[in-house]
């Protein structure tokens, strides 16, 4: 007897998985350099040296055996207080070390705070278009996973669907900006609106319905925009934060979880978000990249390759008379499928080696997600495929 959900989920490959297996085995066959792939978020510029010259540092002046030992479950106080400071100078918050939880990256910063919510039959909503393992985590902690309809074509937040969504069983909305897929950022005026609209329902059903904001994608703004820091808006935000884009180090697992003590029972909070993660199996982050966030919490990443292939891309595109949402941060762009069927448009786009994820995962169907992590040259070289596929 095995755990049927456990199963599907180990044996059902995502499209997105799927996409960039076909372009491997495709470019054993027609050369990598023919193969167009835009399926997997990999960040392909170079992590920052400072943060290999802090490796190096750390290996060379910490005593062996704490180099490589258990840290606190809810990690070093030094890699804490540095995020800390980080977040003080450039937000202006007062946060202490005492609100930090570090984890192995994003995506159990977020299991643990869905666990952290769930109480019997809530709710967790996501606003489409967005990231699939949501569902996974959301429905993995025993919560109820529910969408928000995508706001077309501006992919900001659809306040009046999201409205007609709560009701008294929400505990959290997810919010992700900058945006994966569709590489938006919210406006301040938006958030602004966001959160006015859960003050007054959470005063209504008279229990807090938090913000879970999801920003492994905080630093990657693009043309002036900037991701406002959600706690200053809503106070009953909780941050997942990641250093796999930011730094470009999604193999070596880093990240953490803020909650501000001025949270709804931010103090109990904080001790749940522990003890979630410690359900989840959650020891502690790896502590070498623990002793390097202490170093490097303020190094920020070299934005111009990504920009370049954003301009690249979006403006190639626009050109040729797709429709893209406007993409002012991440490294996505969410492009209407030409037809209006993503799945049609992606096999097309396959059989011409250009591989684009359909939207419909992200729930919102219609749409195919680029991934510019790519080479320049790549992005140059599809564009006449492109033309191509709007006449095929
Ligand atoms: N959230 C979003 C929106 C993502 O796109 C990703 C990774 O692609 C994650 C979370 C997970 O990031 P991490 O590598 O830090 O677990």
Redesign the pocket.
Known sequence: MLNERAYALGSNRSAIRDLFEYGCARAAVVGRENVFDFSL?NPSIPTPEAVHTAIREVLEQTDPVELHGYTSAVGDLAARQAIADDLRGRYGASVSPGEIFLTC????A?VAVFGALTFPGAEILAIAPY?P?YRVFVEGVGARFAEVPPDVPDFQINLEALARCLNEKTAAVIV?SPN?PAGTVYTAETLARLGALLARKSAEYGHPIYIVA?E??RELVYGGAAAPFLPAIYPSTIVCY?Y?KSLSL?GERI?YVYVPRAAADGEALYAAVAGAARNAGHVCAPSLWQKVIARCAAVRPNLAAYDRNRRALYGGLTALGYEVAKPDGAFYLFVKAPGGDANAFSEKAKRRDVLVVPGDDFGCPGYVRLCYCVKYETIERSLPLFRALLTD
Not at 105 to 108: I, L, N, R, T, V
Request: no cysteine; glycine share 18%; hydrophobic share 25%.
């Open positions: 978020g990256g994003a995506a159990p977020l990231f393992e992700n994966n999801d492994p994608y990641s796999s999604p990240g």
